[in-house]
């Protein structure tokens, strides 16, 4: 339901509602906590009171696609499945008691907050799941199946492996402001508002609009931002109570501290707050459970529009705001596996020496710091119970290793350092005939015996840790063009410090020509991507790139050969190239540089051709036995 305006009687529902929940407050803190929650429930019960007399009626959903579109969308063949932890699982049966019962509020806790990153999504997406619910009650089959790929998905709208988007709801559109702005929130119109918000000396409102953690809603002509905290209060408190109660048996002492800094940071309006929870939860690394809200903003292509309006950029600087694009919410659960976060940080002692010889490293501050023993940054290996919200959506893929907090947010400011968590039950890999099918298609079979899937694990580990290299700060201005960058940033990185790794004697010169034969041999995609797939985009950049330099050769056959000589010089030349553009902070810079590198070519195409005839797979869903089972408990 859609919030429009906020009136003199919705004011007067907030003050009364405030001062009750004062009033029972027990304690001093409690009251102010009490305050802040109370207006924030009371102005959302109030916004939607005013849009409900306002609608009147509630809008009617009916299902988007045909009987046959769901049946192919949802069978073996079209359907991919990753399935995470089981019942009788070691990993569980070995916790300690403490730890399994922390994990059961872990698990609800995830679940409780599930619906927050689906209405940050798409504010339709709440209505239609209820809509199948009850069209499930009555024995639709069709909706049966949309339910299906609906959870899979998280959401009515999303694009699948041949980057077709698609609706499971009729009339259904993915919108730039997703669920965060008003539905019928036009860019000419965003930036109008802003811009006389901005003439008004309204600099603080504008601000709020335009940071990480709110949704913006319509106040008479304006525009008003709503804090996470105050929007979603009902599932933030219910899963802050989760949190703590997780916190009262774990056995982990500092992974309780960090439950209860979380916790705080879900009930109480406060950046510093989050920026605590975050600084904490970089710092564990000896725990035996994972709880992580992650919180990443690739999907919101309305705020970076400002960056394009050049008399509202302009305004933007001048009043010293940094548009930063919302924040989606995922929420991971797992288990700690102790022998693979060993091998994890093994390259932890090598970070100083590879941001040494960062390009330009002399000119920018990194997370890494190259003078410094003391690297913060720590890593682990997770057997995962649960992925909701935005780690769990199964779009064209899902999220296989997270490098956590992201440059924007305020822990970094106060000293603290980021996090690898990398997804063991992701990667794992179940179809060996189709990866030979697949090897058979594109790459010269002399080079097969260089393959290994483990490898694509070593990649994702120097893409993780090449978040942390680079600079930290300032390449806000790249706009919708940012993510894509940075991407490709952390990719060339994994390739271009290749050398460097053997010779400090992490990896064996087979293992780097494994590493880059794993890299070229997946680093095919089965059809053009669109430009919100930043991760997509940003691969066939890569692939045209190292075309280009001779890295990679394409034979009339459309199979691949590898000059291995020329790869990593190739990503190092790349590398210096996007260390450059993202230095400039220069919107146009950067977009040229995408779109110079973003070719779609007719080799790319033939090879499309070759994956779509060997892997029909559309979409992907995740199944979680031991999740559901604790969750009902």
């Known amino acids: 339901m859609q919030i429009n305006k906020i009136t003199p009687v919705t004011n007067k529902i907030v003050t009364k509602v405030a001062k009750k929940a004062v009033k029972t407050a027990s304690n001093p803190i409690n009251k102010s906590q009490a305050a802040i929650g109370g207006l924030g429930a009371a102005a959302l019960a109030g916004m939607y009171a005013v849009n409900k007399a306002v609608q009147q009626k509630e809008p009617k959903y009916a299902i ?14 079209h359907l991919g499945v990753k399935r995470m932890l089981g019942v009788d699982a070691p990993e569980y049966q070995n916790l300690a008691d403490g730890d399994k019962e922390a994990l059961k509020h872990l698990v609800k806790a995830a679940t409780i907050l599930e619906p927050v990153y689906l209405r940050q999504d798409s504010i339709k997406n709440i209505p239609f799941q209820k809509h199948l619910e009850s069209e499930i009650e009555k024995g639709n089959e069709d909706a049966k199946m949309a339910m299906k790929l609906f959870k899979a998905q998280k959401g ?3 694009v699948d492996t041949e980057a077709t988007k698609f609706s499971l709801m009729k009339n259904g559109k993915e919108l730039p402001g997703k669920g965060f702005y008003p539905e019928d929130l036009k860019k000419e119109e965003f930036h109008s508002i802003l811009n006389k918000m901005l003439d008004d000396g309204k600099t603080k409102e504008v601000k709020n609009i335009l940071n990480q953690r709110s949704m913006v809603v319509r106040n008479n002509d304006e525009l008003k931002a709503v804090d996470y905290t105050e929007f979603f209060s009902k599932e933030f408190k219910a899963a802050a109570d989760e949190l703590e109660l997780a916190s009262q048996t774990s056995t982990n002492k500092d992974f309780n501290e960090y439950l209860k800094l979380q916790a705080l940071a879900l009930r109480i309006n406060s950046p510093w707050a989050d920026a605590y929870a975050d600084k904490k939860w970089a710092e564990l690394q000896d725990t035996p459970l994972e709880f992580t809200i992650t919180r990443e903003n690739y999907h919101d292509e309305m705020t970076e529009t400002v960056y394009e309006n ?4 302009e305004k933007l600087a001048k009043n ?4 930063t694009s919302k924040d989606n919410l995922g929420f991971r659960v797992g288990i700690v596996n102790k022998e693979g976060t060993d091998k994890l940080l093994e390259i932890k002692k090598y970070l100083p020496e590879l ?3 960062m390009p330009y490293a002399d000119k920018y501050e990194q997370n890494i710091s190259a003078n410094s023993s003391d690297v913060k940054q720590t890593m682990v290996d997770v057997d995962l119970v649960t992925l909701k919200g935005d780690c769990g959506a199964y779009r064209g893929g899902i999220t296989l290793a997270e490098n956590l907090p992201n440059d924007d947010k305020m822990s970094l400011q106060i000293g603290g350092g980021r996090r690898n968590v990398y997804h063991r039950q992701i990667r794992a890999v179940t179809n060996t005939e189709g990866i030979q099918k697949r090897l058979n298609a594109v790459l010269n079979p002399a080079l ?12 994702t580990i120097g893409h993780e840790n090449g978040h942390s290299l680079g600079p930290k700060s300032g390449t ?8 894509i960058i940075e991407e490709n940033k952390a990719d060339m990185i994994s390739m271009a410090m290749l050398d460097k790794l053997e010779e400090l004697g992490m990896y064996t010169p087979q293992q780097k020509k494994e590493i880059i034969t794993t890299f070229v041999a997946d680093n095919i995609l089965k059809a053009k991507p669109n430009m919100s797939q930043a991760h997509r985009v940003r691969t066939v950049m890569q692939f045209n790139y190292f075309v280009k330099n001779g890295a990679i050769e394409v034979g009339k056959d459309g199979v691949l050969d590898i000059n291995y000589d020329k790869v990593v010089p190739t990503a190092r030349k790349m590398l210096d190239e996007i260390i450059d553009v993202q230095l400039s902070g ?16 007719d080799y790319m195409e033939t090879l499309a051709g070759k994956l779509k005839s060997i892997s029909k797979t559309l979409n992907g869903s995740v199944e979680e036995p031991l999740a559901d089972k604790l969750a009902n408990s």
Do not use: C
């Not at 806000?476 to 993510?483: D, N, T």
């Open 64 to 77: 988007g696609m045909s009987t046959e579109e769901l049946k192919t969308r949802t069978d073996k063949e």
């Open 156 to 158: 009515v709208n999303a």
């Open 310 to 313: 050049k008399e509202l950029s």
């Open 320 to 323: 010293n705001i940094v548009p």
């Open 355 to 357: 941001a040494k010889i």
């Open 448 to 459: 097969h015996q260089f393959y290994n899937n483990e490898a694509d694990h070593w990649f």
């Open 476 to 483: 806000e201005a790249l706009g919708k063009y940012k993510s």
């Open 586 to 601: 220069d919107f146009a810079k950067g977009e040229k540089y995408v779109m110079d590198n973003f070719v779609w070519t």
